[in-house]
């Protein structure tokens, strides 16, 4: 079994793999269709589900029982990258960095992982780079959006809020 929990004050993050709860597989899927189709117009099956997600490690995380945001982990040519970054636009001014965050944090941690990509639009650029990311290159339009990569090392001292009560599910 992969479940495991992060715990932060009332928020919470639950690691994950597809295949190992279809209930809260299901609640990623039914938070990207909110996001990426009904708020962004975007189309195609792709943004709900792809086959990135079979291998990916799935965060979802929750604000005492309400789902906040969804996440994912996965490799690419052995490189870890962060995709499909998703929050429910009630929740988008709140602060979900220490449980967003330190997951990550937690997870590469504890499987030795030094880089972590990921790419997002220009205006997301400063916050990314208050959580350590560096910019990568110029800004590419991919998808019909424009977006940029960012790169980030944990080999580092990690922040103050990486101390999570973490438990197996």
């Avoid at 962004?40 to 099956?45: C, D, K, M």
């Avoid at 079979?54 to 962060?82: H, I, K, P």
């Avoid at 009630?90 to 941690?109: C, D, H, K, M």
Wanted: net charge positive; glycine share 4%.
């Amino acid at each position: 079994n992969y479940k495991e929990m992060y715990n932060f004050a009332r928020q919470k993050a639950i690691r994950f793999r597809k295949d190992d709860d279809r209930i809260l597989w299901e609640q990623v899927k039914e938070l990207r269709r909110k996001v990426y189709f009904e708020e962004l117009g975007r189309t195609g099956a792709y943004y709900e589900e792809d086959e990135i997600d079979q291998n990916a490690v799935q965060f979802l995380v929750y604000q005492d029982d309400n789902v906040v945001g969804c996440f994912r982990l996965n490799v690419v040519a052995r490189e870890w990258w962060c995709s499909r970054l998703v929050v429910y636009r009630q929740y988008r001014n709140q602060n979900f960095t220490p449980v967003f965050w330190g997951s990550i944090w937690e997870f590469a941690l504890q499987n030795s992982i030094k880089f972590l990509y990921i790419q997002c639009i220009p205006i997301l650029q400063r916050y990314y780079e208050k959580l350590g990311f560096q910019r990568l290159g110029e800004a590419y339009i991919e998808d019909g959006l424009k977006l940029i990569t960012m790169k980030h090392s944990f080999l580092r001292e990690p922040p103050s809020y990486v101390s999570f009560k973490r438990s197996k599910l």
